[in-house]
């Protein structure tokens, strides 16, 4: 009997979150529909605008192709923070006063929006309100503390300066003080928020992969399956849209993030939400979780980010982030959790929350966390269900996926020069010259003749061979040891060993090697 790696959302490694939380049982859709709403994903962003658009008294429908927050929104280190990851100082130079004030704005209204839902339909997600403290990373300036006081100050936060940050074992200097942050368990918060969403009226359908999305009078939706919604709006919070080839992954950048989970004694670490100015930056945070029976404290801290498709060294990221937590609180216990996730980086911090750009006026997306997904998701939930109800609201440009920031253009170039880069993988070898060089549970790049395959050595030793084109944009994809899926490095599509398609921007999944060969052929 073959045996396959056991993928817990979009990979093998299991998140926290994943430990003593229940999914919702979900349906399939096994018929025509016909609806006001119809929301393609079901993370945070796509059921919080569900859920909003439900509790407007609108008829809505949430379509996802796995389970309940079984993307990213599973991978989360769940913080949630009204600083923006990239810093107010940053957001202020792209985009102005007036935008990183906004911006302010409505990640404080997300945290606030999350704490309303907690206490209206009484989830027990072990939500609370904190301190945040940003402290400058080794060997940097203090001054880079001094600017993003100011900005941050501008912008309206709660910001305070202090001599020393609350982590008394390792001087990390002063830092800054960031009142009525909050944190929360994903997992738990989102199967709240699902069953919301169904007592007030949506319809969530799992296992449902939307094929095409099409907008219009009315918005039609094709699943894989053969049922077809339409809908009056549509909204696509699948994270990297699937609905788009070329024009907003120009302006995304996939990268993996990398989360530990260490044991600590009770009371032992200070709570509150912790990250410094590295670059990539490091952040921290404490949970309460059940393991093996027992209640245990676990400070989960991540960071190491690199692009996603374009390093394979998962150990020794989590290694270097288990030391920089060692040394700061040296009492740790083991090592109980580890796992990666996805962000795409925009061009300025900001997500892209609007109308699709040259697409129908009834066609929505959320896309570009920027490691902020909890915030920008329950921003593009509250953002998007006034637009889709014709509401004004005071984000909506700050947020326009069509914006194109002129003093972030350098980024623009180097993402896309990055990009660029990644086509001399047609023509190099192979990551092996042969099957029998790739281990029971390991994948590699083959070269064939003028072709790439992806072959997977399953645990019964027998070989799965797909080709190795995205089908997004032509990129080669790359093995990831560590999540047992095809990665790839252009556009951050991602695909399990048997070709299925779990990350966007592609809806399509690797073709067999043969089937490819043999188009190729024709």
């Known amino acids: 009997m073959q045996t396959q790696p056991a993928y817990i959302g979009s990979g093998t490694t299991r998140p926290i979150w994943n430990q003593d939380a229940d999914q919702p049982a979900t349906r399939s ?6 609806t006001e709403a119809c929301i393609v994903g079901a993370g945070i962003a796509g059921l919080t605008t569900a859920y909003l658009l439900a509790r407007a008294g609108k008829d809505v429908v949430v379509l996802d192709d796995g389970t309940i927050a079984g993307g990213e929104t599973g991978r989360t280190s769940g913080h949630l923070a009204s600083h923006i990851d990239d810093g107010y100082t940053e957001v202020e130079r792209v985009r102005g ?17 999350i704490e309303q839902i907690v206490e209206d339909e009484g989830i027990d997600c072990d939500f609370t309100r904190l301190d945040a403290w940003l402290f400058a990373a ?3 300036s203090p001054e880079v503390l001094d600017k993003e006081f100011d900005a941050s100050y501008r912008a309206g936060m709660k910001i305070h300066k202090a001599d020393s940050v609350p982590i008394p ?29 169904e007592r007030h009226g949506g319809r969530i359908f799992t296992r449902t992969l939307a094929s095409q999305i099409k907008g219009g009078e009315p918005a039609h939706i094709q699943t894989q399956a053969g049922p077809v919604v339409r809908a009056g709006a549509v909204v696509v919070a699948t994270n990297s849209p699937v609905n788009d080839m070329v024009t907003m ?10 989360v530990v989970g260490l044991a600590v004694p009770a009371g032992y670490v200070h709570p509150a939400l912790y990250w410094d100015t590295d670059e990539p930056y490091h952040y921290a945070r404490l949970q309460d979780v059940t393991l093996a029976g027992v209640r245990q404290t676990v400070l989960i801290v991540g960071g190491e980010d690199h692009k996603t498709g374009q390093a394979q060294d998962m150990p020794a990221r989590c290694r270097r982030l288990e030391a920089w937590t060692r040394e700061r609180w040296p009492r740790c216990g083991e090592v109980v959790f580890q796992w990666s996730g996805q962000v795409l980086e925009t061009l300025d911090g900001l997500a892209y ?6 697409d129908e006026s009834n066609v929505f997306i959320a896309t570009g966390d920027s490691g902020m997904g909890l915030t920008h998701g329950t921003v593009a939930g509250m953002l998007l269900s006034d637009l889709v109800r014709e509401q004004p609201n005071p984000w909506v440009e700050l947020y326009d996926p069509s914006r194109k920031p002129v003093r972030a253009i350098r980024d623009y170039i180097s993402e896309n020069a990055n990009v660029a880069r990644q086509f001399v993988d047609y023509v190099t070898g192979g990551d092996v010259s042969s099957e029998e060089e790739i281990a029971r549970g390991q994948g590699a790049i083959l070269r064939r003749g003028a072709s790439k395959v992806a072959v997977y050595r399953d645990q019964d030793g027998e070989l799965h061979e797909l080709g190795a084109v995205c ?15 095809w990665d790839c490095p252009c556009h951050g599509s991602r695909f399990t060993v048997t070709g299925q398609q779990v990350n966007g921007p592609s809806y399509k999944g690797l073709s067999g090697w043969q089937e490819e060969r043999a188009q190729d052929e024709k």
């Not at 859709?29 to 016909?34: C, F, G, S, V, Y």
């Not at 004030?101 to 409505?106: G, T």
């Not at 929350?353 to 040259?358: A, D, H, L, S, V």
């Open 249 to 258: 992954h120009t302006k995304l950048a996939p990268y993996r993030t990398y």
């Open 169 to 197: 074992e390792f001087n990390v200097g002063r830092g800054l003080r960031m009142a009525l942050q909050g944190q929360f368990h994903a997992l738990k918060y989102m199967a709240g928020l699902a069953a919301a969403v």
């Open 29 to 34: 859709l096994d018929r025509d529909i016909a």
């Open 97 to 113: 006063e007036d935008s990183a004030r906004l911006a302010y704005e409505s990640h404080a209204a997300a945290i606030a929006r």
């Open 471 to 485: 089908p997004h944009a032509g990129c080669i994809v790359q093995w990831n040891p560590d999540e047992k899926t």
């Open 353 to 358: 929350i609007g109308r699709n750009p040259g």
């Open 138 to 140: 080794p060997g940097q």
